[in-house]
T-cell receptor, first 112, second 110 residues
Framework: EAQVTQNPRYLITVTGKKLTVTCSQNMNHEYMSWYRQDPGLGLRQIYYSMNVEVTDKGDVPEGYKVSRKEKRNFPLILESPSPNQTSLYFC???????????FGPGTRLTVL | AQSVTQLDSQVPVFEEAPVELRCNYSSSVSVYLFWYVQYPNQGLQLLLKYLSGSTLVKGINGFEAEFNKSQTSFHLRKPSVHISDTAEYFCAVSGDKLSFGAGTTVTVRA
């Protein structure tokens, strides 16, 4: 089954404790992105990648890092999480600019 | 640079009534346009998309949208809604990247 998977689905952590949210897709898509969803703000892009070893900042990259060492994986790293990073995070992938973007199920992160 | 504005944050509607969700965009390049739906506690799924050709696009679950280049709009419509259409709807534009609007929450009441 074609899908985007994210782990963990739920995470509660404390300020400053490094964490990684994994994302994997099995559709051989070139494009992958991370978004955060906050009430009233819609989805805001954090980082995106157009292919292996190619990443770029989205609209809200501060406090986040990503890497794209393999085509299928695109982990999101929070080196020192802060409470303002409490949010619902979505990973997504697509094969081209004109094509449907497939979303993962979301990761709900709470930073205390 | 590109941006998307969804003009209504919340739309309450009665079952079997029509609904229209408004979306305007701005972009300096040619774009592709999408509508996504997010049902409660779920991820996003594609409703429909406009790439080129006919300006009236039909999607899943009876939804359709009309692309208007002169007004830079891509409004979503459904002639008769069901309770199951209660969800959040996002308009998105794909130029150099995919940008989303803030979302419109549709609540369908019996």
């Amino acid at each position: 089954e074609a899908q985007v998977t994210q782990n963990p689905r739920y995470l509660i952590t404390v300020t400053g404790k490094k964490l990684t949210v994994t994302c994997s897709q099995n559709m051989n898509h070139e494009y992958m992105s991370w978004y955060r969803q906050d009430p009233g703000l819609g989805l805001r892009q954090i980082y995106y990648s157009m292919n292996v070893e190619v990443t770029d900042k989205g609209d809200v990259p501060e406090g986040y890092k990503v890497s794209r060492k393999e085509k299928r994986n695109f982990p999101l790293i929070l080196e020192s999480p802060s409470p303002n990073q409490t949010s619902l995070y979505f990973c997504a992938s697509r094969s081209g600019l004109a094509n449907e973007q497939f979303f993962g199920p979301g990761t709900r992160l709470t930073v205390l | 640079a590109q941006s998307v504005t969804q003009l209504d944050s919340q739309v309450p509607v009665f079952e079997e009534a029509p609904v229209e969700l408004r979306c305007n965009y701005s972009s300096s390049v040619s774009v592709y346009l999408f509508w996504y739906v997010q049902y409660p506690n779920q991820g996003l799924q594609l409703l429909l998309k406009y790439l080129s050709g006919s300006t009236l696009v039909k999607g899943i679950n009876g939804f359709e949208a009309e692309f208007n280049k002169s007004q830079t709009s891509f409004h979503l419509r459904k002639p008769s809604v069901h309770i199951s259409d209660t969800a959040e709807y996002f308009c998105a534009v794909s130029g150099d990247k995919l940008s989303f609007g803030a979302g419109t929450t549709v609540t369908v009441r019996a």
